[in-house]
């Protein structure tokens, strides 16, 4: 079982972040999509968002289903619900 402490909130909040920056980025590249400058930092969130995933899903436990392994098969069950306190 994965337990869930103050680190799961920070991994998650890099998720969070990475998230947003990301988000923001393709919005501009809606209307900018020459700009190679924004397009080199899609990248570059693109891959801090990856690793901030992987970071979270290795501590903490699956953010996604995809993100179900063999090794916590819906495991994440056995963990607190959020509305049982553990979140803040």
Do not use: K
């Not at 991994?11 to 400058?37: G, I, K, N």
């Not at 801090?48 to 501590?59: D, G, T």
């Amino acid at each position: 079982m994965m337990g869930y402490n103050v680190d799961c909130d920070m991994l998650l909040r890099q998720v969070y972040e990475a998230s947003f920056a990301m988000d923001d980025v393709v919005l501009y590249l809606d209307t900018h999509p020459d700009d190679q400058e924004a397009l080199n930092y899609y990248f570059y969130v693109a891959d801090l968002r990856q690793q901030a995933m992987q970071a979270y899903e290795e501590q903490c436990g699956p953010l996604m289903v995809d993100g179900v392994m063999d090794e916590n098969y819906w495991t994440w069950i056995n963990d607190p619900w959020p509305w049982e306190g553990v979140c803040g």
